[in-house]
C-alpha cells in the first residue's frame, strides 16, 4: 500500500512555548501508526530542530520544512537553502504552497529548481497543486493542475517521483471551512494520478501518495480519506488543536 499520510501544516502560527505545548499535547494523546502510516509536522524554520528532538524514537513520525529557497548557497540574506535543512535531519519539504505561489510570487521554474535541490539532498518534497476559484467555476481545473504538474515535477525520473508525495489543495477551499466534497477530491485526485501515469506509468502512478489539503478537519477526515485516491491530508487550522489532529491522523486509511 501507498504511504497514507497526515501531514500538519502550522504556517506562520504559535510561539516556541505554544508549539512545544501542542506537541507535549499530542504525543499524551494515543494515536497509532500501521506501517503504511506517517504523521508529518510542517513548522516554522526556527522549531524544526526542536520539534525533530521531541520526535526522536518515534516511530513514522516526521518533520517538514514550509519552503526552501530554489538557490543552492550564497548571498541571499534571510533564506534558508535545501542543504542547511537536510544539515539538521529534516525529512520533508512542503513546496508550491499556494500561499507561497500568490505572496512571494513562486513560479513553476522556481518551485521546480526548489524540488530538485530537494531531491539532490535528500529531501522528500511535498508538491502542492490545485485551482483558485475562478479556475473551478470555469471547469477548468483538470488542464489548471495538469499544468502546474507538467511545470514543474515533468522534468524528473520515474525513479525519482516513485513514492512521491503530491498534495491537491482547491485554493477556494484553504482556511475557508469549506472542504472539496468527497466526489470533488476523488475526482481531482483520480485526475493527477491518471496524468502521472500517463507520463511514467501506471506503476510509478500508483505508488505516489496523493493527500488533500483545504479546511481537512476532525469531523470530515474519515470520509475525506476514505475516498480510494486520497492518501491522507495536508492541513492547516485543524494541526494547531492537539485533539483534534490527533483524530485526523487516527482517520488515515
Ligand atoms: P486549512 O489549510 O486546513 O486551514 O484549510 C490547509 C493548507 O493550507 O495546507
Keep these: 500500500m501507498r504511504k497514507q499520510i497526515a501531514a500538519a501544516n502550522w504556517k506562520m ?4 512555548q505554544q508549539a512545544n505545548a501542542l506537541m507535549d499535547e499530542l504525543l499524551a494523546t494515543p494515536h497509532q501508526l500501521k506501517d503504511s502510516q506517517e504523521a508529518v509536522f510542517g513548522v516554522p524554520f ?12 518515534k516511530k513514522n513520525v516526521f518533520v517538514a520544512a514550509q519552503n526552501c529557497y530554489d538557490k543552492k548557497a550564497g548571498a541571499f540574506t534571510g533564506e534558508v537553502s535545501a542543504e542547511m ?3 539538521i535531519d529534516v525529512d ?3 513546496l508550491g504552497h499556494s500561499e507561497r505561489r500568490e505572496y512571494f510570487n513562486e513560479s513553476h521554474a522556481m518551485l521546480a529548481e526548489k524540488v530538485n535541490l530537494c531531491l539532490t539532498n535528500g529531501l522528500k518534497p511535498i508538491f502542492c497543486c490545485g485551482e483558485p476559484l475562478a479556475i473551478r467555476d470555469a471547469a477548468t481545473q483538470n488542464a489548471f493542475v495538469e499544468n502546474q504538474l507538467k511545470e514543474s515535477l515533468f522534468h524528473l525520473s520515474a525513479q525519482q517521483l516513485t513514492g ?13 471551512g469549506k472542504t472539496a466534497s468527497n466526489e470533488q477530491a476523488q475526482q481531482m485526485h483520480a485526475h493527477i494520478r491518471s496524468v502521472m501515469a500517463k507520463q511514467y506509468g ?3 502512478a500508483e505508488s505516489i501518495s496523493i493527500l488533500y489539503g483545504g479546511s481537512v478537519k476532525a469531523n470530515n477526515a474519515k470520509e ?7 492518501d491522507g491530508g ?5 494541526s494547531l488543536v492537539a485533539a483534534d489532529f490527533a483524530v485526523i491522523i487516527n482517520s488515515l486509511k
Design 164 to 176: 512521491f508525495v503530491i498534495a491537491y489543495e482547491p485554493i477556494w477551499a484553504i482556511g475557508t
Design 13 to 16: 502560527n504559535l510561539t516556541l
Design 202 to 204: 501506471t506503476a510509478v
Design 92 to 94: 520533508y519539504v512542503i
Design 234 to 238: 495536508l492541513v492547516g487550522g485543524a
Design 46 to 57: 526556527p522549531y524544526l530542530i526542536n520539534i525533530k528532538n521531541k520526535l526522536a524514537g
Design 85 to 87: 535543512l537536510k544539515s
Design 224 to 230: 475525506i480519506f476514505a475516498q480510494p485516491d486520497v
